[in-house]
């Protein structure tokens, strides 16, 4: 049985608002664990943990982590990444097989030295910085968010043992395993799942991975701020694809980072669903 981490860290802005009650009946399978810095889960209370300043310096400048500090935003943007660092650990463990993780700040804009969009620290970034110093040695990130993933790329434009595959805006493709895919606007969901199919399956089933993150965003959903013309279902069947490519490729270890996106009714219609599908429930 699929064992299934949701880390539930502290956010702030609307679109989280019927979390974590939109849970229900997820939270009480046997096969799911909450980890909450706020909330107690049937296992006891459980505390998040920030992120250590040691491992921030992994990835970030001392100067873009201090120009962090000075937003007021610090603690928040600490705990946010600090949920995917502890979800892809509990994975390296095997406490659990895959997981997903609320934020409050994104991911994929942050940088070595810079941060914008709201994002401060890179959790995927930081996660696998902390998963090399344990031996693992190759991993893979799936961007579906509508916008470019340009501090991810930053991060890893030099590092041959991370495949970058990101829907964006354009089309690019080097020899690092950095790749781009434009995705034009009104795209249907078909022919979004179509490039994904052939974009991202083939490229991570030869790289072969050891672990996939997978930077989950739903702006590009009708009506959303970067609106490609992308139903809510399409999340769910990209879910589906996505989840069997790492059941096949490295045995499930899929980590889901919940990135852009501002409508709440998206986000408690999609967000259950995703998690539904990571620990095989079959809603
Ligand atoms: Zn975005
Ligand atoms: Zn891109």
Known sequence: MTRTGIFF???QGERLRDFPQALAG???EENVSYYDAVYESRDGLYYLEPLSEELLLRVHSSAMVESVRLTGDYESASYSAGGTVQAAEKVFCGEIDNAFVFTGFGDHHA???FYSGMCYFNGAALAIANLKDKGIGRFAIVDTDCHHADGTRDIFKDDGNVLHVCFCHQDYNDSYNNVDVMI??????EEYLTKVREEFVPRVESFKPEYIFWEYGYDATQGEYGDKGLTRDCHIKLAQLIKAVADRVCEGRL???LCGGSGRELA???IPRIISC???SGR
Not at 184 to 189: K, M, P
């Open 255 to 257: 980590v889901v980072v």
């Open 184 to 189: 034009s606007y009104r795209t249907s969901d």
């Open 9 to 11: 860290t502290h956010f």
């Open 111 to 113: 940088g070595k030295d």
């Open 268 to 270: 408690t219609y999609t």
């Open 278 to 280: 990571l620990a095989e």
């Open 26 to 28: 997820i939270l009480d």
